[in-house]
C-alpha cells in the first residue's frame, strides 16, 4: 500500500533562511507527487506538482525516486511562507490522494 | 478552477443522531470526493462520489456509516450516521475536474460530536 511520510510536525526557521519541508513515499509504481498548502482560515490549495518542474512563490521541490523523496524547498524563507504544508501522492493514474501527516511551518522575524 | 462551497461550516451534534454535509461546485466536475481530517491527523479519503450511481468507497468505510448522493454534476452529500465521539473530524468535498489533474478543496465542515 501506498504512503507519504513527513517526519517533521512543526519547522521553525528564520525569515531570510533556508527552508526544506522533507516528504517520503512509498509506492512501487510510478506516483504523482504534489505539495498542498494551507494558510490560517483558508481552505486546502494545491502549490505544486512534480509533473510540473514548476516553481511557485519560490518553492520548489524535486521527485528523487532513487531516494522516494520529494522535499519541498525555497532559498529564502517569508514571513507569509508560514503555514501548514501536505504532501500527497496519487498513483497507478487514479483518482485517490493518499496525504502525509503534514509540517508546520513557522517563520520567525 | 472550481470554487467549493460546503454546508454547514460547522456543527456541534450530540452522539447518536446525524449530520448531512452539502458540497456545491460552481461549475460542473468529472470527479467529487470526500474526505476526514481527524484531530492532529492527516487527510483521509473516505469515498468518490459518483454521479447516479453508489459512491465508491476505500478500506474501512461503509455505505451505512457514510452515506454519500450526488444527484447531479455539480453537488453531492455527505451523511455521517448514527455519530459518536470518534466522527469528531473535519469533513471535505474534494473536486477533479476534467482538463487536467488538480484537485480542488472545499473549506470543509468542522463536526463535534458530544
Known amino acids: 500500500a501506498q504512503r507519504v511520510t513527513q517526519p517533521e510536525k512543526l519547522l521553525s526557521v528564520f525569515k531570510g533562511a533556508p527552508v526544506e519541508l522533507k516528504c517520503n513515499y512509498s509506492?512501487?509504481?510510478?506516483?504523482?507527487l504534489f505539495w498542498y498548502v494551507q494558510y490560517s482560515r483558508q481552505r486546502l490549495q494545491l502549490l505544486l506538482r512534480?509533473?510540473s518542474r514548476e516553481s511557485i512563490k519560490g518553492f520548489t521541490a524535486d521527485l528523487n525516486k532513487g531516494e522516494t523523496s520529494f522535499h519541498l524547498k525555497k532559498p529564502f524563507a517569508q514571513e507569509e511562507d508560514s503555514a501548514m504544508y501536505y504532501c500527497?501522492?496519487?498513483?497507478?493514474?487514479?483518482?485517490?490522494?493518499?496525504f502525509g501527516t503534514g509540517t508546520q511551518l513557522k517563520v520567525e522575524l | 478552477s472550481a470554487v467549493i462551497s460546503q454546508k454547514p461550516s460547522r456543527d456541534i451534534c450530540q452522539r447518536g443522531t446525524s449530520l448531512t454535509i452539502q458540497c456545491q461546485v460552481d461549475?460542473?466536475?468529472?470527479?467529487m470526493f470526500w474526505y476526514r481530517q481527524q484531530p492532529g491527523q492527516s487527510l483521509t479519503l473516505i469515498a468518490t462520489?459518483?454521479?447516479?450511481?453508489?459512491?465508491?468507497?476505500e478500506s474501512g468505510f461503509v455505505i451505512d456509516k457514510f452515506p454519500i448522493s450526488r444527484p447531479n454534476l455539480t453537488f453531492s452529500t455527505l451523511t455521517v450516521s448514527n455519530m459518536s465521539p470518534e466522527d469528531s473530524s473535519i469533513y471535505l468535498c474534494?473536486?477533479?475536474?476534467?482538463?487536467?489533474?488538480?484537485?480542488?478543496f472545499g473549506p470543509g465542515t468542522r463536526l463535534t460530536v458530544t
Open positions: 509506492y512501487s509504481g510510478s506516483p504523482e
Open positions: 462520489a459518483n454521479q447516479g450511481s453508489e459512491a465508491t468507497y
Open positions: 500527497a501522492l496519487r498513483t497507478g493514474g487514479g483518482n485517490k490522494l493518499t
Open positions: 461549475s460542473q466536475v468529472t470527479m
Open positions: 512534480h509533473i
Open positions: 474534494s473536486v477533479k475536474t476534467g482538463g487536467g489533474n488538480e484537485q480542488y
